[in-house]
């Protein structure tokens, strides 16, 4: 059992936190969001811990919380997150906090060539501690936390020192260290998306599933009551109407409630309550005249095609003699710029962003003469 973590929750505390974990020079950060319950999650809970103490900050108590950002972005303190991607997003957009010198066990642990890569599965397999995720799903946004969804959220940044050192030895032993580096600063580059509404997301359904132009004005309707519906009673659009029933409603085009109830994945309060604008909105995109048409796709040429394809192959063949995942190897998003900018020499490849100094060393020879052979 765990010592209890010391609860942030008023501004003198977290100051006497801020200037005690400023003097060391490793952290292990994590946050909890409401993003399953909330039409617009918000980070509701934010973890630190060092070897002597385990804290966590509550941002729903302390109005500002901007003292954190000096120590997020102090370059001598490594921060260590377990897939810190999401974490990252989360802090940059409702805090502002951009965080420098990080380490992602998730990431090390792909370099390493590891299966399981969940935090339970690593404690269990690296560190023979079992770490439940029952409160995974928890609605983190609610007032008091149990003691029990306390310690849970504790767990998950109190072991990741030592998994960290754990890692470390590991990708020593496999002289993989600098690959892994190279790797978590790729991964943890984000661009901060707009959280805005876009009423075009429906083609990203309707495309792979082949809707024909009048499924596709249906869906549009549907896509956007949708999102009128999930604001309206703070709900995640994708929790009040899964994708699956959202095209299985397209595919029916119900004319009256009563249909709406066999839709699986339709919830029978939804339908009782709005189970009209359901329908209007079928309606209407029946009778819609407007010309429903994807937007244009990018239009590749064929040797920058054909360039690609050689490198994906090389990537995947490389992947699998290192017993890795393809985009450790690189990304895709990288392979797309080799190919459309077809470097003549290793040093071209230095402008490529995903390209740093080990992967050019240890793969860049193998890409130009990819490149060259490639395509024209």
Wanted: some cysteine; glycine content about 4%.
């Amino acid at each position: 059992m765990l010592p209890p973590a010391s609860y942030i929750d008023e501004p003198r505390a977290l100051a006497a936190a801020l200037e005690r974990l400023a003097r060391g020079d490793r952290i292990a950060v994590d946050t909890e969001s409401n993003s399953l319950h909330a039409y617009r999650g918000r980070t509701c809970l934010i973890q630190l811990s060092t070897s002597a103490e385990d804290l966590l900050i509550d941002p729903l108590a302390i109005a500002d919380v901007s003292p954190l950002a000096a120590l997020l972005a102090e370059p001598r303190i490594e921060k260590i997150f377990h897939a810190a991607e999401y974490d990252l997003i989360c802090l940059k957009r409702d805090f502002d906090f951009d965080v420098h010198n990080i380490f992602d066990t998730m990431a090390a642990a792909r370099v390493c060539g590891f299966q399981r890569i969940g935090l339970g599965n690593m404690l269990e397999d690296l560190l023979d501690i079992r770490h439940s995720k029952k409160h995974q799903k928890y609605d983190w946004a609610r007032r008091p936390l149990p003691e029990s969804v306390r310690r849970y959220a504790q767990a998950d940044t109190h072991y990741l020192l030592p998994l960290r050192a754990a890692l470390i030895e590991q990708l020593q032993s496999l002289g993989r260290l600098e690959e892994a580096r190279e790797y978590i600063a790729d991964v943890t580059r984000f661009e901060l998306k707009s959280q805005e509404f876009d009423p075009e997301g429906f083609w990203s359904l309707a495309r792979p599933n082949a809707l024909n132009r009048l499924e596709t004005a249906v869906l549009r309707e549907l896509y956007i009551l949708r999102d009128e519906l999930a604001k309206s009673v703070d709900h995640p659009p994708q929790r009040l109407i899964p994708n699956r029933a959202l095209l299985k409603t397209v595919k029916l085009q119900p004319r009256s409630a009563k249909q709406l109830y066999d839709i699986s994945g339709l919830p029978a309060w939804l339908v009782r309550q709005n189970g009209d604008e359901i329908i209007e909105a079928v309606k209407h995109g029946r009778a819609s005249r407007l010309p429903v048409k994807p937007p244009p796709r990018e239009s590749i040429p064929a040797p920058v095609a054909d360039r690609y394809t050689a490198l994906h192959n090389w990537r995947k063949e490389t992947a699998t003699a290192r017993g890795v995942e393809s985009d450790v190897i690189i990304s895709r998003r990288a392979l797309w710029d080799i190919a459309r900018r077809k470097p003549a020499s290793v040093a071209e490849l230095s402008g490529i962003c995903g390209l740093g100094p080990w992967r050019r060393r240890t793969y860049g020879a193998e890409l130009v003469a990819i490149v060259k052979g490639g395509g024209q």
